[in-house]
């Protein structure tokens, strides 16, 4: 049921995928994008506003299936990585049906502490395989490998938006959850794991796509790192006026803007390079550049973005969260730290092949259509970067007037 309390994600949710179909409408990429792709957002809507909340492991795991039509188009095999992803999606569904089942006539005033503990054990597993929390995350790279890049950024975005938007719901609408004392700061653990084991495997990757995919990984450590922040009142690090409403919970929406715009823009870079050199790897790709410029710095672009360089659009967020855990765990600012570093030196590394002279005579050339789309998404990149207030006081005070609607 579609209410108040979970209509802001539904509208995230259609409003990501808009823009994920109108990048396919010019690439072309696979007839059964759009419909499948109207179909898994509408299954993922579903598993965010079902009642009982134990149905929707059910509705995501048929998103998953139905995905196989987008990664593996019909008359093509899928690969290991396709079904390594909807196997991991499977896996999940056992956990959060068995905790539905405990909490059965107790979902909302439930007291016994024991069972609070099991039932957030299951939970947290079951959250663990859908998110592709370490170590339930092999499939990602491996999708990246196998299928088209376009069509791999759009389930590495659309899944885990969908599935922490569920549990971000879920955290707000059970209380609950909240008398358990460590949940946030297991949260906020594996958030800072996964942006630093995400990172350090993107520096030693020579295929542009496994980099995109722990690129992914990190982005998710960092979703998770906006929710185990919630339960702070206050907001640093950030100098717009903003209503104090729910702050972290605006941090939480704003983070797929540019996560958004960063994965597509990297995706469609790997589509036209891909096209013209039928291999991603950084050995194949020397001098690329000097035919594919276009396509070559946006892969920079994208990759520096989401490591959070300054004057694109990753960078303000980020900042936000660099900010409170300096004011919380040193320690885990230092990971992340270490996290984002370590994609930069993937970004160095991809400079340093691409744009590398080659002896050989590269004959390659970028459709008009996709330099059209890699500088829309530069100037966006850009322009959230320098003026962010543009957009996060919107999202935040959009957010404010969502939770007054929940809280």
Partial sequence: MIDDSNRAAVFLIYTSITFWFGGELILRSNNSFIPVGLGISALLAAAISVVPFLYAALFIVIAALASVLILAPPGNLPGKGVLRFVTYQTLGVPFILIAGWLLTGVEVGLTDQALILRVTALLGLGFAIFLAIIPFHSWIPQLTEDAHPYSVAFIIYIFPQAISLFLLYFISRYQWVSLVPTVFSIIRLMGVLMVLIGGVWAAFQNHLGRMMGFAALMEIGFTLLAIGLIEQDTLSGLSISISQAAPFRGLFYALFLPRLVGLALWALALVSIKENFNSLSLNELNGAASVLPFASVSVI??????????????????????????????????????????????????????????????????????????????????????????FLAEILTITGIISAVLY
């Fill in 301 to 390: 672009i994208a990759m520096f973005s989401l490591a959070g360089i300054p004057l694109l659009a990753g960078f303000p967020l980020r900042l936000v969260i660099w900010s409170n855990l300096l004011n919380g765990s040193k320690t885990y600012l230092i990971l992340v730290l270490m996290g984002s570093t370590c994609l930069i030196l993937a970004g160095l590394r991809t400079i340093s092949s691409l744009f590398k002279k080659s002896d050989q005579s590269l004959q390659h050339s970028e459709r008009i259509s996709h330099r059209i789309l890699l500088t829309a998404a530069w100037i966006f990149l850009l322009i959230f970067g320098l003026f962010p207030q543009l």
